[in-house]
Structure formats: C-alpha cells, structure tokens
C-alpha cells in the first residue's frame, strides 16, 4: 500500500529553475534514506542525490551545486531544487525511498517517474 507520488516536472529553458516533489503515503512505520535517480533515453539510471534520514546529502558530480534535495519528515516528503538546469539535465527522474511498513524490514519504493526537459 506504500506509494510514492511525485510531481513539479515539466519544460524548462537553459538556466532556469524546476523543483520536484515526491511524497509517500500509505502504510509506513519509517522511512530511513530518500533520493532521487534519472534517466535519459540510452543511457543507464544514474543516482542524482540522496539524503539520510539524519539530513545527510550526496551528490553526482554533474549536479553539485546546482541541485539541492531535502525532505520534510512530517509529510514524508522530500524535494529536489534544480537551479542553472542545463539541456544534459533532461531526463525521467524517479523518486525512491526505503520504507519499513511495518513488517521491520526496510525496502526500495519507486515513484512513476516525472519528466523534466530544458531546451537551449
């Protein structure tokens, strides 16, 4: 019953600014790591950002200091703020999270997927 529901994709010029939500609901006792991966056409899915349940981030070397990613636990949500978005940027970008729903093991939930397009 645990799904995450992601939103904020869309077209973008070069140099602009897009940010992506994605929200898990259902059943969930606890939500340890969230992140954010992407993919592009013939290309393998590449982790863009992660962060701890304690607030800890990581970043691809692409994205540094251009993505932020943060999350608020009391919506179980976490973001991703793209600034200075670039047209190499373009990609699905997909949501995931470990969650424990109650049986205390955590596994690996996946958002839809959003489209995110910056054009030159």
């Known amino acids: 019953q645990v799904q995450l529901v992601e939103s904020g994709g869309g077209l973008v010029q070069a140099g602009g600014s897009l940010r992506l939500s994605c929200a898990a609901s259902g059943r969930i006792f606890s939500i340890n790591n969230m992140g954010w991966y992407r993919q592009a056409p013939g290309k393998q899915r590449e982790l863009v950002a992660v962060i701890t349940s304690g607030g800890s981030t990581n970043y691809a070397d692409s994205v540094k200091g251009r993505f932020t990613i943060s999350r608020d636990n009391v919506k179980n949500t976490v973001y991703l703020q793209m600034n200075s978005l670039k047209p190499e940027d373009t990609a699905v970008y997909y949501c995931?999270?470990?969650?424990?729903?109650?049986?205390?093991?955590?596994?690996?939930?996946w958002g839809q997927g959003t489209q995110v397009t910056v054009s030159s």
């Open positions: 995931n999270a470990y969650i424990d729903p109650g049986s205390r093991l955590y596994a690996a939930y």
